[in-house]
C-alpha cells in the first residue's frame, strides 16, 4: 500500500504541474470550460504512464482501478490515496473527510451537451442528427417526418447544394418546428480541402438494351425504351431501361403495334415493338440485346415490309462516366493539373503502352508527398505506395489485392496517412460559405481540422462577422488531426460551446481500418475528460438507409453510439426507417448503457434462470426485483 501511495501521490504531482505549466492557456479558456480545460490537463497528464500495473494492484485490494475516472480525474486519484492514508494510518481522520462531488464531470458534459445540440428528448439522452438530401429543400413533408421521428440537429453538407437550397431546407425546419412543437439545431459543415480525383475522359456514347432473362435463358421482362423528342427530351413517365431521342416529326408518325428496324454498334441486326404512344413520346420494348450509339439509323416496318423513305437517325446520346479499372501492381500517375484522366494503353497482348493517368485537386500533394509513402484513393478501396514524386507527377503502385479489377472514378477521396501535408483547413469557398452559416446555423463543422490554428483562423473568420458566433466541431478526420486533438480542444475552448465529431470514413482510412475502434476510443476518452460531447458520424445504419435493411453489425455499432452525445445519419431513400430504428435502439440501450459505464437493471434473463427454478422447487425464494422488464419486443 506504501508503495502504491507513493505511486499515485507522483501521479497527482505531476497532474498539478502539468496545470501549472498550462496556466497561461487556461487563462484563455471561457470561463464555462475552465474547470474542463483543469481536468482534461490532468487527464493527459494520467496517461503520459502505462497505469497497468498500478491498476491491477488497486482491483486486488478491493478500490477503484481508475477505469472510469475521465470525467473527475484529479478526485479520483484523492479519493484513492484518502482511502489508502486512512487504511495505514486509521488515527488520520482529517484523511477520510475528505469529499468529492463525482457527479460534477457529468453535470458539466450534459450542460455543454445541452449548450450544443439543445436539450435531450424524453427517454434517451443521445442526440440523432441527420444529413440533408437535396430534396429536402423542396420536400418539406421529409423535413416533418424526420423531425416526426426524433431528428434533434439537421446536418447540411456545404460541399452540395447552394445557399438559396440551404435556405430552402432550413425554412422547412422552421414550419416543421412550429407544426411539432419540437426544436432542432442547424448543422452546418464547411466542405474543407478534400484531396479528390480529377476529371476522367468520358467513355463510350452507347446505350445498351437488354431485355431480363430466367435461368433458361427466356425473356421474362423485354427492355422498355422511351423515345422522346430530341430537340425538348421529356422524362419518361416510369423507369425506362433505355432513353433515345429523335426527330419530332419521326416520332409523331410511330403507331402502336409498328416493328422499328435497326443495325446495332455489333453489326447485329436488331428491332424493337412500339406498344404505346403518348404526346410527350413513345414506349416501345425489345426482347433481344442491342448496343444503340447516336446516329444509328431506325426505320418503320409495317406489316413484315419496310415503310418506304419513313426513317431517321438517332440523336446524341450522353456518353458513360469515365473510370480507369485497376488491379495490384498497376501503375497510376496521379498529375499536378486537371486535364482529363484515362485509363491506360495496352497493345494488343495486353502489355501497357501507357500508364493510367488521373489528376488531383489539390497541388501541394506534390511539395509535401515523398516516396515510400502509401496512398489510399475512393474509402481506401484502392491502395498504392508512392514510387516517385517529381514537380508534376506522382507515380503510384497499386498493392491493394482485389479478385477483380476496381474502377476508379472522378471525384473520389484521396487519403495520404503518413505524408505531412500542411494545407489549412479553412478553403476560399468555406470562407465564402461562412457568411450564410454565421447568420442560419448553430453550429458549423470545421472538416480536415489538422492544428491548432485551423480553429483558430475559423474562430478569427467568425470573430470578423460579428453578430451571432455559432458553436465549433472539430470534425477529426485525418491522422495528424488525431494527433493534434488535445491542443485543438484547448483552442477551441476558448469559446462558451464547442464539439467534436468522429468522421470515421477518412479517419478509418487514415488510421488503417483495424485501428480504427482504438483510435474512435481514445478520442471518446479525451473529449469525456474535456466535458466536451461527441458525435458518432459515417456509416451508422447506413445499409438501412440506403437499401432498406441493417446489418447485424450495423445495429452492435449503433448501439454502440451511446458512448457518445450525438449520432449522425447519412442521407437515403429509407433515411425515415432509420430514424426510427435509431431512435429506438438509443432508447433501449439507454438502461444498460453510460459511456463507458454498464448499468446493472434487472435482467428478466436471470430471474428466468434454471436456477431460480431450482430454488423454487426447493422451497427458497428470491427477492423480486423492482424493475421487471416486459418481454424482447417490447421496450428493453
Known amino acids: ?84 492514508t486512512h487504511l495505514l494510518q486509521p488515527d488520520c481522520v482529517e484523511s477520510s473527510n475528505v469529499s468529492h462531488d463525482f457527479s460534477r464531470g457529468e453535470r458539466l458534459l450534459a450542460e455543454h451537451t445541452s449548450a450544443l445540440l439543445g436539450p435531450a428528448p424524453a427517454e434517451r439522452s443521445v442526440r440523432i442528427m441527420v444529413t440533408m438530401p437535396s430534396e429536402a429543400a423542396d420536400d418539406y413533408l421529409l423535413v416533418h417526418q424526420l423531425l416526426q421521428q426524433g431528428m434533434d440537429c439537421m446536418r447540411i453538407n456545404c460541399a452540395h447544394d447552394d445557399d438559396a437550397a440551404w435556405m430552402r431546407m432550413i425554412e422547412n425546419l422552421r414550419r416543421a418546428e412550429q407544426s411539432l412543437g419540437r426544436s432542432c439545431r442547424v448543422f452546418m459543415d464547411l466542405a474543407g480541402p478534400k484531396l479528390r480525383t480529377g476529371p476522367i475522359e468520358p467513355g463510350p456514347a452507347v446505350v445498351k438494351v437488354r431485355p431480363e432473362r430466367n435461368a433458361y435463358g427466356r425473356v421474362i421482362a423485354p427492355a422498355r425504351i422511351w423515345l422522346s ?21 419521326w416520332l409523331l408518325r410511330l403507331r402502336a403495334g409498328e416493328r422499328v428496324a435497326f443495325t446495332d454498334a455489333r453489326g447485329s441486326k436488331r428491332s424493337f415493338t412500339v406498344v404505346d404512344t403518348t404526346d410527350r413520346g413513345c414506349w416501345a420494348e425489345a426482347d433481344r440485346t442491342a448496343y444503340i450509339v447516336s446516329d444509328t439509323r431506325l426505320r418503320r416496318v409495317g406489316h413484315g415490309r419496310r415503310i418506304g423513305g419513313d426513317e431517321c437517325r438517332v440523336g446524341t446520346l450522353p456518353s458513360r462516366e469515365g473510370v480507369i479499372a485497376l488491379k495490384k501492381d498497376d501503375l497510376l500517375i496521379v498529375t499536378r493539373d486537371l486535364a482529363p484522366g484515362r485509363p491506360a494503353v495496352r497493345d494488343s497482348a495486353g502489355a501497357i503502352l501507357s500508364p ?93 481540422a489538422n492544428s491548432a490554428q485551423d480553429v483558430a483562423s475559423l474562430q478569427q473568420q467568425l470573430e470578423s462577422m460579428g453578430g451571432r458566433q455559432p458553436a465549433i466541431v472539430l470534425k477529426i478526420e485525418t491522422r495528424r488531426g488525431f494527433e493534434s486533438l488535445p491542443d485543438m480542444l484547448l483552442t477551441a475552448m476558448r469559446a462558451s460551446r464547442c464539439g467534436v465529431m468522429i468522421a470515421r470514413g477518412d479517419l478509418a482510412v487514415e488510421c488503417r481500418f483495424e485501428r480504427l475502434a482504438e483510435v474512435q476510443e481514445e478520442i471518446l476518452w479525451l473529449c469525456e475528460a474535456a466535458h466536451v460531447p461527441v458525435i458518432w458520424a459515417t456509416q451508422v445504419l447506413e445499409t438501412l438507409a440506403k437499401e432498406g435493411r441493417p446489418s447485424r453489425a450495423e445495429i452492435t455499432d449503433a448501439a454502440a453510439g451511446l458512448r457518445a452525445e450525438c449520432v449522425m445519419l447519412n442521407k437515403g431513400p429509407y433515411v425515415l426507417s432509420a430514424v426510427r430504428a435509431l431512435d429506438d435502439i438509443l432508447r433501449r440501450m439507454r438502461a444498460h448503457q453510460a459511456k463507458k459505464r454498464s448499468m446493472l437493471r434487472a435482467l428478466r434473463l436471470a430471474q428466468a434462470s434454471p436456477i431460480e427454478s431450482e430454488m423454487a422447487a426447493a422451497g427458497q425464494t428470491l427477492e423480486p426485483a423492482a424493475t421487471a422488464r416486459p418481454q424482447i419486443d417490447g421496450a428493453s
Open 356 to 448: 493510367a493517368t488521373i489528376g488531383c485537386t489539390i497541388p501541394e500533394l506534390f511539395d509535401h508527398a515523398h516516396a515510400g509513402e502509401p496512398i489510399w484513393f475512393d474509402d481506401g478501396k484502392i491502395g498504392g505506395v508512392i514510387e516517385s514524386v517529381t514537380a508534376t507527377r506522382v507515380r503510384v503502385r497499386v498493392t491493394q489485392d482485389h479478385l477483380t479489377a476496381v474502377n476508379l472514378r472522378a471525384d473520389k477521396g484521396i487519403n495520404l496517412p503518413e505524408s505531412d501535408l500542411h494545407i489549412a483547413a479553412l478553403t476560399d469557398k468555406d470562407i465564402e460559405d461562412l457568411s450564410f452559416v454565421a447568420r442560419h446555423a448553430d453550429i458549423v463543422g470545421l472538416s480536415f
Open 1 to 84: 500500500m506504501e508503495r502504491i501511495v507513493a505511486e499515485l501521490a507522483e501521479i497527482r504531482a505531476d497532474m498539478l504541474s502539468s496545470e501549472s505549466r498550462a496556466q497561461r492557456r487556461l487563462e484563455e479558456i471561457h470561463a464555462n470550460h475552465r474547470e474542463s480545460a483543469r481536468n482534461l490537463i490532468h487527464y493527459l497528464a494520467l496517461r503520459r504512464r502505462d497505469v497497468r500495473p498500478l491498476q491491477r494492484s488497486l482491483a486486488a485490494l478491493g478500490l477503484s482501478s481508475l477505469g472510469r475516472s475521465e470525467s473527475n480525474v484529479l478526485a479520483s486519484i484523492d479519493v484513492i490515496l484518502g482511502v489508502l
Open 229 to 249: 423528342p430530341e430537340d425538348a427530351p421529356c422524362e419518361p413517365p416510369s423507369a425506362a431501361s433505355a432513353r433515345l431521342p429523335v426527330p419530332a416529326s
